[in-house]
């Protein structure tokens, strides 16, 4: 949108700046649009419970505007209604009634969220990511196909730069300090130069001089002629000073709507004198509690706008750095915000009816598709610990379970330990995969929403990257198992039978894996933990282990052809047995099994066959993959 670029021959972070841009890059300040938001009549309610008749309301018919070039902040007690006004506002949530304009405009809400970001009150990042690497992802993901590289790498210098994350540049994200967590967060989102920027408790768990510096930052892009607007529980004296519009909540209605020098006439117009040297909005707290009623009314719930004045508003270009960092004269960051302007998007006739018919996001589905598998590989690769410790006990329990069933595969006598082993196989592996996604893929889900919502990608370019990543090591570890057991228990030594053994395996582990995440995006991290097995149980009662097909009573039967463990159990049987296996030598006086054929019959597998049992394998696959796309996509656009 806009930028600045004042100091063109400065040094950033240690990077010169200078001489290698195009003309396009290096130009002045330019602000495209500024974004007034007004509120009317904003109710929203909640049911009180699923079970309940009734609801809760928590916002009351509010009003109230916020102006481009402003520091906005919502203030009240816990539980006004703070955040679910942000939400609302950010587009997050859906107002039960009332009315949201932009620039005198009904909100078009696609419109809004491509210029506007929402910095939720968990700043949750990608832990094992360095600053700059995040930075980096945030641009291939936010920054559209006409950026250039060179574009994106000196917005990333330059986000690094102004927010004073210089020193913490390699440092993982896991090892950040809250502040400059806080900044990182606010920086991935000033890739795209969002006009509109909503932040719930920027310095919840900051000390006060991180908190300031925080809001001093965010006054200094609200300068620039943002819409910032931020909820605060108690604001102290300090960051008053950089706070032009205070909107005080109170049992979800608006007390006060104007600038912090007009609260105390305010108050006096209700014969209320603040003491001397107190924090006038503690007072203004402590008072509309007691007077809720009275507050409301001269603050007509929003729409009383007399005590907006002395905001200083800012003039769309700025090209001077007193102008810039306004009147608080802290000086907390040695470099100036400075961003330099990208060029626009292409405007050829097809890439605007694109953008028309499309798509609050920047990147097409497949650039989103590969930067996140990147992503997800390159976490991989910096947690080698967690690869090598799951392939490490894939191996060990290979080994322990070759020895423990050593060498009986070619003797008649082990048939039904053999069968054992195959079903105790399908079991490890599929406990394996599942359980590892089942955590980890809920721990994700809060940075996903963030990134989501504020238009990084879509769900399906996300999940289709979380599987494609998670598909070699699943692979890896899975045919580690699958040679070392092949070997170890004797298996006939046919290249056709190994590759059938190997491919149901794999097959079983990757629907495991689609179901783990299936669990992992119902429920979080908890409730996937207790859920699990839940979720298991069915596939693992109607595998024909314990109770084969026919003797099961009709009812129960379908259950066995949507049991993917069935499946799994009928390919390994076939690959192992079946394509014809010659008599097995017999090493005691008699075995009933010597006849291969004979042990498929007595399973109920006689009639079965592989490529049928793989093929059902595989729509299992898809069916868990879509119906968890699904979820995730229903999950993702709700607050849930
Ligand atoms: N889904 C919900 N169901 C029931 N009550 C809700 C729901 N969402 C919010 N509330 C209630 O609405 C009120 C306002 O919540 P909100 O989170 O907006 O408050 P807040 O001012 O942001 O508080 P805090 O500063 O502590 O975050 C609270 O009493 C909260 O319990």
Redesign the pocket.
């Known amino acids: 949108m806009f930028v600045v670029s004042t100091e063109s021959d400065k040094m950033v972070c240690g990077t010169d700046n200078t001489g290698s841009e195009s003309q396009d890059t290096n130009s002045t300040s330019v602000l495209e649009e500024s974004i007034n938001i007004a509120f009317q009549d904003i109710h929203y309610s909640?049911r009180n419970g699923f079970f309940t008749r009734g609801h809760?309301q928590?916002l009351a018919g509010v009003c109230g505007e916020v102006a481009a070039g402003e520091l906005t902040v919502l203030v009240?007690?816990?539980?006004?209604?703070?955040?679910?006004?942000m939400d609302i506002l950010a587009g997050y949530t859906a107002p039960t009634s009332g009315q949201l304009l932009v620039n005198g405009r009904l909100r078009d809400d696609k419109w809004f969220r491509r210029r506007s970001c929402y910095i939720m009150q968990n700043d949750q990042l990608q832990d094992m990511l360095t600053v700059e690497e995040s930075l980096n992802v945030a641009c291939d993901l936010k920054l559209g196909a006409h950026v250039s590289r060179e574009q994106k790498c000196r917005r990333v210098v330059e986000i690094v730069s102004a927010l004073g994350l210089c020193s913490a540049r390699v440092t993982q994200t896991r090892s950040l300090s809250g502040g400059e967590r806080k900044r990182l967060a606010i920086g991935l989102e000033l890739v795209s130069d969002p006009p509109v920027m909503f932040l719930d408790?920027p310095t919840s768990g900051l000390d006060s001089s991180m908190s300031k510096q925080i809001i001093y930052l965010l006054q200094l892009l609200a300068r620039q002629g943002r819409t910032v607007v931020i909820?605060l529980?108690q604001p102290s004296a300090v960051l008053l000073q950089m706070i032009d519009r205070l909107y005080g909540?109170v049992g979800?209605r608006c007390a006060y709507m104007g600038s912090v020098p007009m609260l105390l006439p305010f108050l006096e117009g209700m014969n209320l004198k603040s003491p001397p040297f107190h924090n006038p909005v503690d007072f203004f707290i402590e008072m509309m509690l007691e007077n809720t009623n009275l507050f409301v009314r001269s603050a007509q719930n929003g729409k009383n706008t007399q005590w907006i004045a002395n905001i200083p508003h800012v003039s769309p270009q700025i090209n001077n750095e007193d102008d810039l960092i306004g009147k608080s004269n802290l000086n907390l960051y040695e470099e100036i915000i400075s961003i330099t302007a990208l060029p626009p998007p292409k405007e050829d006739e097809t890439s605007k009816t694109l953008l028309k018919l499309k798509t609050t996001y920047s990147t097409s589905s497949w650039t989103q598709f590969c930067t996140l598998t990147r992503r997800s590989l390159l976490i991989l690769w910096r947690h080698p610990t967690y690869t090598r410790m799951i392939l490490a006990v894939h191996c060990v329990v290979a080994v322990f379970i070759g020895s423990l069933f050593y060498d009986i595969g070619g003797d008649a006598m082990y048939v039904r330990d053999n069968y054992n082993f195959l079903y105790f196989s399908l079991m490890f592996l599929m406990f394996t995969a599942f359980s590892s996604v089942s955590i980890s893929f809920p721990q994700e889900l809060p940075v996903i929403r963030r990134e989501h919502f504020n238009r990084w990608y879509t769900s399906g370019a996300y999940y289709s990257a979380t599987v494609a990543a998670s598909i070699p090591t699943q692979t890896l570890c899975t045919l580690a198992y699958a040679c070392i057991t092949y070997y170890m228990t004797g298996q006939p030594q046919q290249w056709l039978r190994f590759l059938g053994f190997s491919w149901t395996l794999m097959h079983v582990s990757y629907v495991a894996l689609c179901l783990g995440l299936l669990n992992g995006s119902l429920f979080d991290v908890k409730s996937a933990v207790v859920f699990g097995p839940f979720f298991i149980m069915p596939f693992t009662i109607f595998s024909g282990f314990f109770l084969r097909y026919v003797d099961a009573p009709g009812f129960f039967k379908w259950l066995f052809h949507v049991s993917f463990l069935k499946h799994g159990l009928v390919g390994l049987v076939l690959s192992i047995f079946g394509m014809d296996r010659g008599k097995l030598p017999c090493s005691d006086i008699y075995c009933h099994y010597s006849y291969p054929k004979q042990f498929i019959e007595d399973q109920g597998c006689s009639k079965e066959s592989y490529h049928v049992a793989v093929t059902m394998l595989f729509c299992t696959f898809v069916v868990v993959i879509l119906s968890t796309y699904v979820i995730l996509k229903f999950r993702l656009s709700r607050k849930w």
């Open positions: 909640v809760k928590i009240g007690q816990s539980g006004a209604g703070k955040s679910t006004l408790e909820t529980h909540m979800g």
